[in-house]
């Protein structure tokens, strides 16, 4: 009985080989296609490697790893704080009118320097502002007739000085705040444009008028006031040689645009005190070149 099973499950194997045999023959896609599929349900690797599903989960492995890199650089490029700031160095690194400036420590010194790269604070004010007795060219009480209160005491001084001499003077323009300046700055640079104006006028932070200790003036009759033709004047003369017995300089003296950095203004008065204003015309240097450690406005030429 073992025999005959043993023969008939024989039969059965050659049977179903030879049936397996002529359909390969035939080269049905139907058939091997029943196969594979056959196959893949019983055997799941194979699905997962080259059926749909496994197609897909593929991608949805490879997409998110190279989505957040795409989207790191992109945050990096246009938002990210790290490019932010080096393009702000590279900036202010490539213009000459923005390097080394820095903000004064102590504004209200009455020797500080305030020029093209030494600032004073946007917030600064000075606390000791008062009216001089003096006369000026306009009759409103506005702001610029007030400079700090030993500069006023000096410039009544000098006043009465070029008065006894017949050389009357009237003070032009004195304090400006911040604002004003701004205003100032930013009316010169609409009307001659800013490379023009830098060459005569500060920029907000930048100018001596706002610390309280720098004064335009001119002859009493306001002739040439702020204006080139000053420099021809008597009362011009009699300045350049007294004024530093009173505390005060020529802040911007002919032959030296290239060290302060503005054109010869021989009607700019700024009080410094009496010894440091003496000290710097018997040398014959701005108060850039008495100040050792100024930083210098303009670069050498190469």
């Avoid at 005569?200 to 040439?224: N, R």
């Avoid at 530093?244 to 060290?259: L, M, N, T, V």
């Avoid at 054109?263 to 204003?277: F, I, K, N, S």
Wanted: glycine share 8%; hydrophobic share 35%.
């Amino acid at each position: 009985m073992a025999i005959l099973n043993s023969r008939r499950t024989t039969a059965a194997a050659l049977l179903l080989a030879a049936f397996m045999l002529v359909s390969a023959a035939c080269g049905d896609g139907g058939s091997k296609t029943q196969a594979d599929t056959a196959a893949g349900t019983s055997t799941p690797p194979a699905s997962s490697n080259t059926g749909s599903t496994g197609t897909s989960a593929d991608a949805s492995k490879s997409k998110p790893s190279e989505t957040p890199a795409a989207s790191t650089n992109g945050q990096n490029q246009t938002s990210g704080t790290p490019g932010v700031k080096q393009t702000a160095q590279t900036d202010i690194k490539s213009g000459t009118k923005t390097d080394d400036i820095q903000v004064v420590a102590n504004p209200a010194d009455v020797a500080v320097l305030v020029n093209k790269t030494n600032k004073l604070p946007d917030s600064y004010k000075p606390q000791d502002l008062v009216d001089p007795n003096v006369p000026f060219t306009f009759k409103e009480k506005l702001e610029k007739r007030k400079m700090r209160k030993e500069a006023a005491a000096a410039l009544e001084k000098l006043f009465q000085a070029a008065k006894k001499d017949n050389l009357p003077l009237a003070g032009v323009s004195a304090y400006r705040s911040h604002e004003t300046q701004k205003t100032v700055y930013d009316r010169y640079v609409k009307k001659d444009g800013e490379a023009a104006a830098n060459k005569y006028s500060a920029k907000p932070g930048h100018s001596e008028h706002e610390t309280g200790l720098a004064i335009d003036v001119a002859g009493s009759s306001g002739k040439c006031a702020a204006q080139d033709c000053f420099g021809a004047t008597k009362e011009a003369k009699w300045l350049a040689e007294h004024a530093a017995d009173y505390g005060f300089i020529i802040r911007y003296p002919e032959g030296k645009e290239g060290i302060t950095g503005y054109q010869y203004e021989p009607w700019h008065l700024r009080y410094v005190g009496v010894d440091t204003a003496k000290a710097i015309v018997k040398q014959g240097v701005t108060l850039e070149e008495y100040v050792k450690n100024a930083v210098p406005v303009t670069k050498p030429k190469s």
